[in-house]
């Protein structure tokens, strides 16, 4: 079946650091990826839409230069969290499909920790 | 605006029993609805999925989902519960907006299933 690719899995690292996240699908081409955030025992937020080709749709309160996002080819998203800090500590997840019909095909998440 | 709402965050069935997990929408374009299961420290695993064919919707391990325009709802349905079963359950909209695809989550039902 479809297959996506986060990486990292993990990052834990100090205040003020940028963090990069890759999304990648591996078998299909994806015009759109999203990006979610879960919080500890909470549903996933979307948080955006990354679309190739194209600027990102950011949700509602999601602060675009916070969170950048660059969807750089048809089977690759990057989600740049900058300058973080602790409470950017998180649980990151993309997913990507093949349209709106088609279930979405998750990464296995990032769990991001800032000291 | 599009939203999905699952009532009920935790449901608690005896093994046998009926389940029903209940979702209903808000959308203002046709939807896709989506079930996901994620059971602990595991990423979402599709469970069935409806995109305007057959209203009855059947999906791995048992589990089946009615769409009804009239009620919004797309509520999930297995006869018989297993021990198994205990997860947590997301209901999803996909909906083209404006030539861009969104993909929202409901804010999960966790499923327990009693000896």
């Known amino acids: 079946g479809a297959v996506v690719s986060q990486h990292p899995s993990r990052v834990i690292c100090k205040s003020g650091t940028s963090v990069k996240i890759e999304c990648r699908s591996l078998?299909?081409?994806?015009?759109?990826m999203f990006w979610y955030r879960q919080f500890p025992k909470k549903s996933l937020m979307l948080m955006a839409t990354?679309?190739?080709?194209?600027?990102?749709?950011?949700e509602q309160g999601v602060e675009k230069d916070k969170f950048l996002i660059n969807h750089a080819s048809l089977t690759l998203s990057t989600l740049t969290v900058t300058s973080a800090h602790p409470e950017d500590s998180s649980f990151y997840i993309c997913?990507?499909?093949?349209?709106?019909?088609?279930?979405?095909?998750f990464g296995d998440g990032t769990r991001l920790s800032i000291l | 605006a599009q939203s999905v709402t699952q009532l009920g965050s935790h449901v608690s069935v005896s093994e046998g029993a009926l389940v029903l997990l209940r979702c209903n929408y808000s959308?203002?374009?046709?939807?896709?609805l989506f079930w996901y299961v994620q059971y602990p420290n595991q990423g979402l695993q599709l469970l069935l999925k409806y995109t305007s064919a057959a209203t009855l919707v059947k999906g791995i391990n048992g589990f089946e989902a009615e769409f009804k325009k009239s009620e919004t709802s797309f509520h999930l349905t297995k006869p018989s519960a297993h021990m198994s079963d205990a997860a947590e359950y997301f209901c999803a909209v996909s909906v083209v907006l404006y030539n861009f695809n969104k993909f929202y989550f409901g804010s999960g039902t966790k499923l327990n299933v009693k000896p």
């Open positions: 990354s679309n190739e080709g194209s600027k990102a749709t950011y």
């Open positions: 078998d299909f081409q994806a015009t759109t």
């Open positions: 959308s203002s374009v046709p939807p896709y």
């Open positions: 997913s990507a499909g093949a349209g709106p019909d088609q279930p979405q095909h």
